[in-house]
């Protein structure tokens, strides 16, 4: 059984979308289940209703334009690995794609099947990774709250990085008798 990778691609001009099914569909791409929308609002509205695996996402949409599509995808679903795809070679631009957390920036006229194919999986696997340490650093924390003896971590300067509750609260402490 082959399991395929469930894909939103949200891009609003058909030959656009008719590359990327045709890249994707090459024999040395992964195996895909895409579904396409022109429009970022119905793009969210699905994202809402269903579960995804990824999003393609271009950036110039009727309904929204430049990072403000990233940070509107961002802001609803925040967990979801995102490659965009663009028609703009913009060094700047992918900088700050990434800064707020899509996983590649590729240019739609070079994407490869097998550039693309990589760039999904890594994106999958680079957001679950990302949750499974952030499960973890959120078990760390309770563990260490949950410890009645004082717990402080400091860095090479000596500053505070980590303390649990009882480090952060002020305590007395008896005296020994002599």
């Not at 992964?30 to 990824?54: C, H, P, S």
């Amino acid at each position: 059984m082959c399991n395929r990778i469930h894909l939103l691609l949200i891009e609003d001009n058909p030959s656009d979308c008719r590359l990327i099914r045709e890249v994707l569909s090459e024999p040395e791409a992964i195996a895909v289940r895409l579904e396409r929308t022109g429009e970022l609002a119905d793009g969210l509205e699905r994202l809402a209703q269903q579960a995804y695996d990824a999003v393609l996402l271009d950036l110039h949409l009727p309904d929204s334009q430049g990072l403000e599509t990233l940070a509107r995808l961002r802001t609803r679903a925040p967990w979801l690995p995102c490659v965009i795809l663009t028609d703009l070679d913009d060094e700047a631009l992918a900088a700050a794609a990434a800064r707020m957390g899509a996983q590649d920036y590729l240019i739609k006229t070079q994407v490869t099947a097998v550039r693309l194919s990589q760039a999904i999986r890594h994106a999958i696997e680079q957001q679950r990774a990302a949750s499974g340490l952030a499960r973890e650093r959120n078990l760390s924390r309770t563990l260490i709250d949950r410890l009645r003896d004082l717990i402080n971590v400091k860095d090479t300067l000596s500053r505070l990085v980590v303390a649990n509750r009882s480090g952060r609260v002020s305590r007395v402490w008896p005296r020994r008798p002599n």
